[in-house]
Nanobody
């Protein structure tokens, strides 16, 4: 599975961005998907996960209520809608895929596939 993330950019605090991650080369609809981020000088951290059907989602406390993960299995794409952005959301955002939903948020070291990152910068 190849993952291609896009949609990053520069936005002012309080603004919104929508990230997309397009998958190819595999059976997208059978994979749970997730978003992670890595800020300068920090470790990569979990942001959000969504089950293969889209029926289950899970969020990091730091983004709960502001970010929404969704997917369109007809387009092999997962999205991350980010609202009320804060400067501390500044990071490179990565999408990930795995056939185990639990692994996305509990065991990221076991994740099968990672996309390249897309930069999100939130100015104050």
């Amino acid at each position: 599975v190849q993952l291609q993330a896009s949609g990053g950019g520069l936005v002012q605090a309080g603004g919104s961005l929508r990230l997309s991650c397009a998958a190819s080369g595999g059976t997208f609809s059978k994979n749970a998907m997730g978003w992670f981020r890595q800020a300068p000088g920090k470790e990569r951290e979990f942001v959000a996960a969504i089950s293969w059907s889209g029926g289950s989602t899970y969020y990091a406390d730091s983004v709960k209520g502001r970010f929404t993960i969704s997917r369109d299995n007809t387009k092999n794409t997962v999205y991350l809608q980010m609202n009320s952005l804060k400067p501390e959301d500044t990071a490179v955002y990565y999408c990930a895929a795995d056939n185990d939903y639990f692994s996305i948020y509990a065991h990221p070291g076991r994740i099968d596939y990672w996309g390249q990152g897309t930069q999100v910068t939130v100015s104050s």
